[in-house]
C-alpha cells in the first residue's frame, strides 16, 4: 500500500477502539495522527504509544457535542501541521431502545455527535483540501443504518445520515480533488462493546465470517480508502461486517 508520509490524519473518537486502531494503523504509514477524544490520559497515551514506536502523534482532548467544537478541534488540528490531509470521522454515541423511551435530550444528543460534528468538521476541513487539489475523509457508519431494527431507530437514522452525506459530500468535493467515502462495520470487539459480554457474539450468527471482527479490520479498510490506491473510490459504503450483507 502506498505510505502515507508527509500526510496529516484528523481521526475523532481516536482514544479507543476502532478509532485507536486507525490511528496506530495510518502513523504506521507515515501518517502524522492527530488523536482526539474526551479522555486527557488516554489520549496522551496512544500518542505516546506511536511515537515510542516511531511514529509522529499528537493528542487534541475535544468533547465534541456542536459546531463550535467541531470547528475549534479542526483549528487545532491545522495548527499543529498547517494542513488536514485526512479526516476519519469516527467519534460517535451509540443507543437503544423503544421510541416511545427516547427523551428530546437523547434524540439531540445523538444526532448532535453522530451528524452534526462530522458535518462542521468537513465543512470546515474539506475546502482546504479542495484548494489543494486532494484529500481524503472516511465516515465511520453502522450496520444498524441499513436496515430497520425495532430498538435502533435512533442511532440508526443518525448513522443513515452521514451515509446520506458522505455521497453528498463525494458530489460535492470530489471534483477538487477530495474523496468522500464510509466504512460501516459489523459487530466489533471494542471496549465500548466488551460490555455486553458473550452477547456481542449473537451478532455473527449466520453470517458468512461467523464471528465478531476486530478493530484493526476495519482501521485496515480506512487505511485503503485513504491511500492512492483507492483514488478512483468516491462515495462508496464499505461494509465491514463478516459478511452481514450478504444474509
Not at 120 to 146: D, K, Q, S, W, Y
Given at each position: ?60 482532548a475535544a468533547l465534541l457535542t456542536d459546531a ?180
Open positions: 500500500m502506498t505510505t502515507l508520509n508527509g500526510s496529516t490524519a484528523l481521526i475523532t473518537g481516536s482514544t479507543s477502539g476502532i478509532g485507536r486502531a486507525t490511528a496506530h494503523t495510518l502513523a504506521e504509514l507515515g501518517a502524522h495522527v492527530i488523536i482526539s477524544g474526551r479522555h486527557q490520559e488516554r489520549g496522551e497515551q496512544v500518542a505516546a504509544h506511536i511515537r515510542a514506536a516511531g511514529g509522529k502523534a499528537d493528542f487534541v463550535a467544537s467541531a470547528r475549534s478541534l479542526a483549528q487545532q488540528a491545522l495548527s499543529i501541521t498547517g494542513r488536514v490531509d485526512i479526516l476519519v470521522n469516527n467519534a460517535g454515541i451509540y443507543s437503544f431502545g423503544p421510541t416511545v423511551d427516547t427523551t428530546e435530550k437523547a434524540f439531540d444528543l445523538s444526532y448532535d455527535i453522530n451528524v452534526k460534528v462530522p458535518y462542521f468538521l468537513v465543512a470546515e476541513l474539506a475546502p482546504r483540501m479542495a484548494g489543494r487539489g486532494a484529500g481524503a475523509i472516511v465516515n465511520i457508519l453502522t450496520g444498524v443504518a441499513h436496515k430497520g431494527y425495532a430498538v435502533a431507530g435512533l442511532y440508526g437514522s443518525a448513522k443513515a445520515s452521514l451515509m446520506l452525506l458522505t455521497k453528498s459530500w463525494a458530489a460535492e468535493f470530489g471534483p477538487s480533488g477530495v474523496r468522500v467515502n464510509a466504512v460501516s462495520p459489523g459487530p466489533i470487539h471494542t471496549p465500548g462493546t466488551d460490555v455486553m459480554g458473550e452477547g456481542i457474539d449473537a451478532f455473527a450468527v449466520g453470517t458468512p465470517a461467523a464471528r465478531v471482527g476486530e478493530a484493526v479490520e476495519i482501521a485496515a479498510a480506512v487505511a485503503f480508502l485513504v491511500s492512492d490506491e483507492a483514488s478512483y473510490i468516491h462515495g462508496v459504503v464499505l461494509p465491514v461486517d463478516g459478511g452481514s450483507v450478504a444474509v
